[in-house]
């Protein structure tokens, strides 16, 4: 049981860290309907500038607060100088972002240098809990509850605010909400930089985690967002979440009883949902006048 416990603990860590990552990516592309494959470039971004602000002030709020806003700005550049030119064309959309990916990453070795960076947790998130037999570490759980409540926060502004409305109409029907006053584009721009901001935030929270942070970290991960969102469904945020922690118990378990099958069990399981459900756990579905 207590190892049972453990196992869970480090898998629900890990899927928050992902949901994060690929919530960013719902978010962008279930409501401008963007394919950007430059989302690990962003969460590679949020890790370095997270880390090195952390570093220089000594404050880890103060590093989450500069990934995130870092994240929020080279989302603001990306969404305005590569994504606005290629709205509508998903084809155009995935090469441009892909070419952006690469070229993230590389930057990420001319500013920083190309070796893996170490990261040490904060001393207040360091360390354990033993209650018996159950080791609980302090930063998996700090990670949980961070994943929890962000979660809460955007699904209370999406379904219970006029921000959330005014979103959600601009997706279901751009042209009328663009008729009655509101200025999609700008709601867009906002969106994508919330959800560039998201991926940052997720890179900083990952480097303590894992330990080190390297540039190529990005694609790695970025794999797994996209093995979420695909689990969960196109555009659906409760699917994101559910599917990783879905991948995140996954390889938690899998890493322990068969190691072997560890890296291939979140593509067994998006083969599986592929099979038997191909539109996702989830999927929001847009109303369209006719």
Same mark, same amino acid.
């Given at each position: 049981? #207590?190892?049972?416990?453990?196992? @869970?603990?480090?898998?629900?860590?890990?899927?928050?860290?992902?949901? %994060?990552?690929? &919530? !960013? %990516?719902?978010?962008? =592309? !279930?409501?401008?309907?963007?394919?950007?494959? &430059?989302?690990?470039?962003?969460?590679?971004?949020? &890790? $370095?500038?997270?880390?090195?602000? $952390? +570093?220089?002030? #000594?404050?880890?709020?103060?590093?989450?607060?500069?990934?995130?806003?870092?994240?929020?700005?080279?989302?603001?550049?990306? #969404?305005?100088?590569?994504?606005?030119?290629?709205?509508?064309?998903?084809?155009?959309?995935?090469?441009?972002?892909?070419?952006?990916?690469?070229? %993230?990453?590389? +930057?990420?070795?001319?500013? =920083?240098?190309?070796?893996?960076?170490?990261?040490?947790?904060?001393? /207040?998130?360091?360390?354990?809990?033993?209650?018996?037999?159950?080791?609980?570490?302090?930063?998996?759980?700090?990670?949980?509850?961070?994943?929890? *409540?962000? =979660?809460?926060?955007?699904?209370?502004?999406?379904?219970?605010?006029?921000?959330?409305?005014?979103?959600?109409?601009?997706?279901?029907?751009?042209?009328?909400?663009?008729?009655?006053?509101?200025?999609?584009?700008?709601?867009?721009?906002?969106?994508?930089?919330?959800?560039?901001?998201?991926?940052?935030?997720?890179?900083?929270?990952?480097?303590? /985690?894992?330990?080190?942070?390297? &540039?190529?970290?990005? @694609?790695?991960?970025?794999?797994?967002?996209?093995?979420?969102?695909?689990?969960?469904?196109?555009?659906?945020?409760?699917?994101?979440?559910?599917?990783?922690?879905?991948?995140?118990?996954?390889?938690?378990?899998?890493?322990? /009883?068969?190691?072997?099958?560890?890296?291939? *069990?979140?593509?067994?399981?998006?083969?599986?949902?592929?099979?038997?459900?191909?539109?996702?756990?989830?999927?929001?579905?847009? #109303?369209?006048?006719?």
């Amino acid at each position: 049981m #207590e190892l049972m416990v453990n196992l @869970m603990i480090n898998g629900l860590a890990t899927g928050m860290l992902i949901f %994060l990552l690929a &919530a !960013g %990516l719902t978010l962008i =592309f !279930g409501l401008m309907d963007v394919l950007n494959f &430059a989302h690990g470039g962003l969460f590679v971004w949020g &890790a $370095y500038a997270g880390i090195f602000t $952390y +570093m220089y002030t #000594e404050s880890f709020l103060i590093g989450i607060l500069g990934a995130i806003g870092t994240g929020a700005l080279l989302g603001l550049i990306t #969404e305005k100088l590569i994504i606005t030119p290629v709205y509508g064309n998903h084809i155009q959309q995935i090469l441009i972002t892909l070419g952006l990916m690469l070229v %993230l990453q590389e +930057m990420i070795k001319v500013v =920083f240098g190309p070796n893996g960076v170490p990261v040490k947790t904060p001393s /207040y998130l360091a360390g354990s809990w033993e209650i018996g037999d159950v080791i609980i570490i302090k930063y998996r759980l700090f990670i949980i509850v961070v994943g929890f *409540v962000i =979660f809460g926060i955007f699904q209370y502004m999406l379904k219970r605010t006029k921000i959330g409305l005014i979103v959600r109409a601009g997706v279901q029907d751009k042209d009328m909400a663009q008729a009655l006053g509101i200025h999609i584009k700008q709601v867009f721009l906002y969106v994508f930089m919330v959800g560039a901001a998201l991926a940052a935030l997720s890179g900083m929270l990952m480097a303590p /985690y894992s330990g080190v942070i390297y &540039a190529e970290m990005g @694609m790695e991960y970025a794999i797994l967002g996209f093995i979420v969102v695909v689990i969960g469904g196109m555009g659906s945020f409760s699917g994101s979440l559910l599917a990783a922690i879905l991948v995140g118990l996954a390889g938690s378990f899998m890493a322990y /009883y068969v190691p072997v099958l560890s890296l291939a *069990v979140n593509m067994i399981l998006m083969a599986i949902v592929l099979i038997f459900r191909p539109q996702g756990l989830f999927t929001m579905r847009k #109303e369209r006048s006719t």
